[in-house]
């Protein structure tokens, strides 16, 4: 019997299940009756207590050694971090998980925009196509959500919260992409995840939201949201990278979209309407467009993806 592994194949799977893990964390949000802060500060809480004991066991000497200077870089990305998360997850509060989840994935261009403004990255024609495409889909979201509930409908106001997601999302990432490849991954996020935590917990204090009394299915919905999306999502993929190219996780990623609305469909019976399905389809193919050009300017071969 031919028992022998496909480990080239084994990284594809890996990956496919981490898209899957951070498909569900927009359901599980929706499922929750907690203020949005409140799931958002559960979800990085318990995701930190699952990480921080490891990274303290394998780098301990990794903390001693930060630099003033990575210290503050860490902190800023935590702050957007859980602006990110606080963003996002109250978008969901107003609009479809479609079109939620689709405008929150679009940071790969507000990465790109970022780089080229703050880290001197060369913006190329590519990146500029799918970065114009990208709008051009997010903006018939949006005037879709305006046509159905007016200009001060509540979903516009979820599209554009979950754009600042997007947004917040691209800071944290470009924060901290000098500062990874000084400082393992473990010792990295675990000080960017306790910021996070300090400033989620004082958004839910400033908004006047309990820190306890949760119902029992609500704290296994926090703890869901910490062990799929959080641990299994992030860290299987960030395993991935050893394995496969960046372009194929990163466009791998595009998935999340897709799989959060098919799984709102089966179990939030959300249908999409037509203009979130039309212009959610524009910003994946701006977001890819946006992808492959800037791995391919980095000098990747996108030619195995």
Sequence with gaps: MDVTVDFEATPTLALAVAVVATSTSAILVRWSDAPSSVAAFYRVLFTTGLVAPLAVTRHRGAFAGLSRRDLVGAVLAGIALAVHFAAWFASLER????????????????????AGLFLGERIGRGTVVGIAVTIAGATAMSLGSVGRNGLAGVTLRGNALAVLGAITVAGYVLAG???????????????????????????VGVQGHSYVGYSPREWLLFLGLAVGPGIVGHTVSNWALEHLESVVVSVAWLGEPVGATLLALVLLSEVPDAITVIGGVVVIVGIAVTTLERESSRGVDVSRS
């Design 95 to 114: 609009t479809s998980v479609a079109a939620s989840v689709t405008l929150v994935q679009s940071q790969p261009v507000f990465v790109a925009l970022g």
């Design 177 to 203: 992409r000098s500062i990874r490849q000084r400082v393992p991954v473990l010792p990295y996020v675990t000080v960017v995840y306790g910021v996070c935590v300090v400033t989620l917990f004082l958004l």
